[in-house]
């Protein structure tokens, strides 16, 4: 895997969203503050429905928060302006990827930029211990092999910052840990983690940071949190699979967040909201 040539450093300000409209409008994250770096894991963890998935989803820019800053190190973007800039920096991945009819070389080949390099999809499935599954049907695959074709495709696409919801909900603690060495991979290449899970002991072995979502309010997780957080209920994510803010990008391709030069593609009236 190739170093993340492109510097991560994102800061996250004053994140607000709120479900409902009116007088039955509900606040799940009030005033949320949090940073990102390049190299570094951080687990985001709390109750179920605190809204782990509710802010990974807006800092993949697919879901627009009541209001809130992201500042690039170079520029102050409000959502709009990130979500246009996202681009293959920032990758989602669903807790129960969305796999297309094909076999699971074929879903690889959807990660692709070049769809003639099939030496990275063989790389890959190698990457991932996929390759027995290489010309299986993909829709066959149990939940923690789409994990990992789902990983391998984030493996392809190397995003400078890689949201994870749940990405070890379903499997036995083999895979879970098997999938914390494959984590640990884009965290060597200088990746920034994001991991949202319930269960706060998990990927210890790999986080650098560790926070918790309480009443909407985020902090530094502590050991009085452990005894509040024994459940390990459902997650309502649905099962739209990987997306990246390129599918909303169609018209935007041009935008990036971490260029090589370091001179974002924005225009100086982008920046002055
Ligand atoms: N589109 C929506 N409309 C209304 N309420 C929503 C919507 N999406 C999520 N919610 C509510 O917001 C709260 C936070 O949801 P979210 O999915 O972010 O929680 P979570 O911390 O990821 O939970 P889990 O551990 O179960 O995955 C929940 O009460 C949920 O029901
Ligand atoms: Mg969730």
């Known amino acids: 895997m190739n170093k993340i040539s492109r510097p991560v450093r994102l800061e996250y300000t004053n994140i607000v969203k709120k479900y409902g409209k009116g007088k039955k409008a509900k606040a799940i994250l009030n005033d949320i503050n949090l940073k990102l770096e390049g190299g570094e894991c951080t687990l985001i963890t709390g109750k179920n429905g605190c809204g782990k998935s ?29 979500r246009k800039a996202v681009g293959n920096d920032v ?43 290489s010309d299986t049907q993909a829709k066959c695959l149990s939940g923690g092999e789409r994990q ?19 990405p070890t909900a379903n499997m036995d603690t083999e895979h879970r840990l098997r999938t914390e060495s494959f984590l640990s991979t884009f965290i060597d290449s200088g990746t920034a983690l994001y991991i949202a899970s319930h269960d706060p002991n998990h990927f210890h072995r790999i986080m650098n940071h560790r926070l918790v979502i309480k009443d909407g309010y985020i902090s530094d997780f502590n050991e009085s949190d452990l005894n509040e957080s024994e459940h390990t209920g459902s997650n309502n994510d649905q099962d739209v699979g990987v997306l990246t803010g390129e599918s909303l ?24 909201q």
């Open 54 to 82: 509710t802010l990974l989803r807006i800092m993949g820019g697919l879901l627009k928060p009541d209001s809130g800053m992201i500042n690039t190190g170079l520029h102050t973007l409000n959502w709009n302006k990130y």
């Open 91 to 133: 990758m989602y991945l669903y807790q129960e990827p969305y796999m297309f009819d094909g076999t699971v070389r074929e879903n690889l080949g959807y990660a692709l930029d070049n769809k003639q390099n099939t030496q990275i999809i063989d790389k890959a499935l190698k990457w991932a211990e996929l390759e027995h599954r």
């Open 148 to 166: 990992r074709v789902a990983l391998a495709q984030a493996w392809i696409k190397q995003p400078a910052v890689l949201l994870l919801d749940e």
């Open 249 to 272: 990008l169609q018209s935007n391709k041009n935008v990036t967040l971490f260029p090589q030069n370091k001179t974002l593609n924005f225009s100086s009236q982008d920046n002055k």
